[in-house]
């Protein structure tokens, strides 16, 4: 996302007026925003890494479970009554689009919301690839043993407002970002209602900068989102202008 960004940066003169990145892409757009130097921002996502693993570790496993075909209020009574029914976490982690959440929790309450889910409607239920809970409560170990890290991190005033998963508002402050930075571990990520804060700022073209365009491809689930441009590969550099008020 990085390199992308910088030879989109050197092609003319582009200013955002606000920046915003799901999950472990919030670092990318701290560092896009001269918040983060990137090696400094390459050790926070390291040591980030590490403090989730260790939170994790001798709790029977934990994971994360893709959900599809269930709004919010199903998804939270799904992890409801798996909590109650096996006595393990979860809760749902991130608020993707309509009709799509990713749940996180320990093994045995996963199992639970993946049978309870089909009976509310789910289209499908897939376990991630992942063997932490991310953005739950139950990295609150990991949110603990991150945030002196995080204090002792130089964080500047961003050249443009960066809109937090956790704390969901546009952040300048330093100390507002390196909570951030703590918090996103143990809250939700709500990306419609971040994608509505992007176009409350102005944004009225968003771009996605990154390897990938799964962004984008939520952003057209979400009502009211500004069109999304995706700049996945050098191609899509070309057909940038060289001067643009990049809202």
Request: charged share 20%; proline share 6%.
């Amino acid at each position: 996302s990085i390199a992308l960004w910088r030879v989109v940066r050197a092609r003319g003169d582009i200013h955002p007026v606000v920046a915003a990145g799901h999950s472990l892409g919030e670092y990318s757009a701290l560092v896009a925003a001269e918040a983060l130097d990137f090696r400094q921002a390459i050790r926070l996502v390291r040591d980030r890494a590490r403090c989730m693993e260790a939170a994790s570790s001798g709790n029977g496993g934990a994971g994360m479970l893709a959900i599809l075909g269930l709004d919010r209020d199903a998804a939270e009574a799904v992890c409801r009554q798996a909590a109650e029914a096996t006595g393990a976490g979860a809760m749902v982690a991130n608020y993707n689009c309509p009709g799509q959440v990713v749940v996180g929790g320990y093994d045995a309450a996963l199992a639970e919301v993946q049978r309870l889910a089909q009976g509310y409607g789910a289209r499908r239920a897939l376990r991630l690839a992942v063997s932490v809970a991310s953005h739950t409560p139950l990295q609150q170990a990991a949110a603990d043993a991150f945030a002196p890290i995080v204090r002792a991190v130089p964080v500047f005033p961003p050249i443009f407002p960066i809109v937090g998963n956790a704390l969901i508002r546009p952040l300048t402050d330093p100390d507002d970002l390196r909570q951030e930075m703590v918090m996103q571990l143990v809250r939700p990520v709500d990306w419609p209602r971040t994608v509505a804060l992007l176009r409350e700022a102005g944004a009225e073209q968003i771009w996605e900068i990154g390897p990938r365009s799964v962004l984008a491809g939520l952003s057209k689930r979400i009502e009211g989102s500004p069109p999304v441009l995706t700049i996945t590969e050098a191609a899509d550099i070309e057909k940038l202008p060289t001067s643009l008020e990049a809202n």
